[in-house]
Nanobody, 127 residues
C-alpha cells in the first residue's frame, strides 16, 4: 500500500488549501485514514481521522471548525480541506492509514497505531 500526498503550498493567513492523499491498491475502502502534521523541532501531531466508510470523523481541537476530512472511494483518495489557515498550521502534513477493526477508530490520535504513511506535503502560512 502506497500513500502519496499532494496539495501543499504557501498561502496567506485566512486562506484555504485542500490536501489530497492517493492510496494505491484495493485496500482503501477497508482502511481507516488520518492526517498528522509535524512542524520543525516538534512531535508529529494528530490533525484529523475518518473511518473506513466516512461515517465517523475526528478532529484535533486546534483545527475543529476550520478543517474538514473526507474520502472518495471512486478515486481512492483522502482529502483535507483547510480553511481560515493560521501561521501555526505551518507544518509537513502526512496521511496515514491502517486496516479498519471497528466502526469507530481506537487511539486515533496516536501515531504509533497507524501502519502506513505517506512522505508528506509542506504547508506554509507566513505570519
Amino acid at each position: 500500500v502506497q500513500l502519496v500526498e499532494s496539495g501543499g503550498g504557501s498561502v496567506q493567513a485566512g486562506g484555504s488549501l485542500r490536501l489530497s492523499c492517493v492510496v494505491s491498491g484495493r485496500t482503501f475502502s477497508s482502511y481507516d485514514m488520518a492526517w498528522f502534521r509535524q512542524a520543525p523541532g516538534k512531535e508529529r501531531d494528530f490533525v484529523s481521522a475518518i473511518n473506513w466508510n466516512g461515517g465517523m470523523t475526528y478532529y484535533a481541537d486546534s483545527v475543529k471548525g476550520r478543517f474538514t476530512v473526507s474520502r472518495d472511494h471512486t478515486k481512492n483518495t483522502l482529502y483535507l480541506q483547510m480553511d481560515r489557515l493560521k501561521p501555526e498550521d505551518s507544518a509537513v502534513y502526512y496521511c496515514a492509514g491502517r486496516a479498519s477493526q471497528a466502526y469507530t477508530i481506537d487511539r486515533y490520535s496516536d501515531p504509533s497505531g497507524w501502519t502506513n504513511w505517506g512522505r508528506g506535503t509542506q504547508v506554509t502560512v507566513p505570519s
